[in-house]
């Protein structure tokens, strides 16, 4: 065509080759659009602002531009595969779903969700704040190679808080053969209180374990530092021992 072209409703798989100008009135869809910036120039109109568009531009989500916005708020499922995202998703504000998260990468300053969060991979390290941030649930999983205490999480204080912190752990000496001697478990509960600036710790209100003649020499330590607490483990030198570790913090 070597005039104008308008459309008054939606197009579709059609291809135009014009050069005039080609105007629509509804729905554009776009397939297999080049990400090629000298490919692709669209000019753009909307209530009378005019504006040029090219691939870098329209911010399209590929494997190697990976989508960033200051917030999203979803009102169905995010799960990778149908029409969202294929690779991680970067968020510098909060996060919002009304309905299931699973099978995508999330970078955000919060996440609050109504529907279920699923994480797949080997290792898990997040922060899940519940309600009024009253509580916060920590969940990691860490390997250790010697016997030289590891950080598994650090734990934020407020001034003029108390804090009742619960901490589960299972491990496991992965380089040894298989048995109940190369297994331990443990169930802590302990109060911590920042009174003005610096976190310090009050009682052992439980402390419970189970350990395997082959870790008997394994620890876990809650440390303080400054306003922060640490959840730490010690493994054994020249061992692989596998961690998982569960945190509730209650804040008063």
Same mark, same amino acid.
């Given at each position: 065509?070597?005039?104008n072209?308008?459309?008054?409703?939606q197009l579709?798989?059609?291809?135009?080759?014009?050069?005039?100008?080609t105007?629509i009135?509804? /729905?554009?869809?776009?397939? @297999?659009?080049?990400?090629?910036?000298?490919l692709?120039?669209?000019?753009?109109?909307?209530?009378g602002?005019?504006?040029?568009?090219?691939?870098?531009s329209?911010?399209?989500?590929t494997?190697?531009?990976?989508?960033?916005?200051?917030?999203?708020?979803? +009102?169905g499922?995010?799960?990778? #595969?149908?029409? +969202?995202?294929?690779?991680?998703?970067q968020?510098?504000?909060?996060?919002?779903?009304?309905?299931?998260?699973?099978g !995508?990468?999330?970078?955000?300053?919060?996440?609050?969700t109504?529907g279920?969060? !699923?994480?797949?991979? @080997?290792?898990?390290?997040a922060?899940?704040?519940?309600?009024?941030?009253?509580?916060t649930q920590?969940?990691?999983s860490?390997?250790t190679t010697?016997?030289?205490?590891?950080t598994?999480f650090?734990?934020?204080?407020?001034?003029?808080k108390?804090?009742l912190?619960?901490?589960y752990?299972s491990?496991w000496n992965s380089?040894?053969s298989a048995?109940?001697n190369?297994?331990?478990?443990g169930?802590?509960?302990?109060?911590y209180? +920042?009174?003005s600036?610096s976190?310090?710790?009050?009682?052992?209100?439980?402390? @419970?374990?189970? #350990?395997?003649?082959g870790?008997?020499?394994?620890?876990?330590?809650?440390?303080?530092?400054?306003?922060?607490?640490?959840? /730490?483990?010690?493994?054994?030198?020249s061992t692989?021992i596998?961690?998982?570790v569960h945190?509730?913090v209650?804040?008063?």
């Open positions: 065509m070597t005039g072209v308008t459309f008054s409703s579709s798989g059609t291809t135009i080759t014009t050069s005039g100008a105007t009135g509804g /729905q554009l869809t776009i397939d @297999n659009i080049p990400n090629n910036d000298t692709t120039y669209l000019l753009a109109s909307n209530s602002v005019v504006s040029y568009r090219n691939y870098s329209l911010n399209i989500p494997s190697a531009n990976a989508p960033t916005y200051a917030g999203l708020t979803l +009102n499922g995010l799960n990778g #595969t149908s029409g +969202n995202f294929s690779t991680t998703l968020v510098t504000g909060a996060v919002t779903l009304s309905s299931g998260l699973s !995508t990468t999330i970078t955000a300053s919060s996440l609050t109504s279920d969060i !699923t994480c797949e991979g @080997n290792s898990v390290n922060a899940i704040a519940a309600v009024n941030n009253l509580m920590y969940l990691g860490v390997t010697n016997a030289t205490a590891t598994v650090t734990i934020p204080t407020s001034s003029g108390s804090y912190i619960e901490t752990y491990a380089t040894a048995s109940t190369n297994a331990a478990v169930r802590y509960m302990e109060m209180v +920042n009174a600036g976190v310090a710790y009050i009682t052992t209100l439980m402390n @419970n374990t189970n #350990t395997g003649s870790l008997s020499a394994i620890t876990t330590e809650r440390t303080v530092s400054g306003s922060n607490i640490l959840v /730490q483990v010690t493994g054994l030198a692989n596998v961690w998982n945190c509730e209650l804040v008063s």
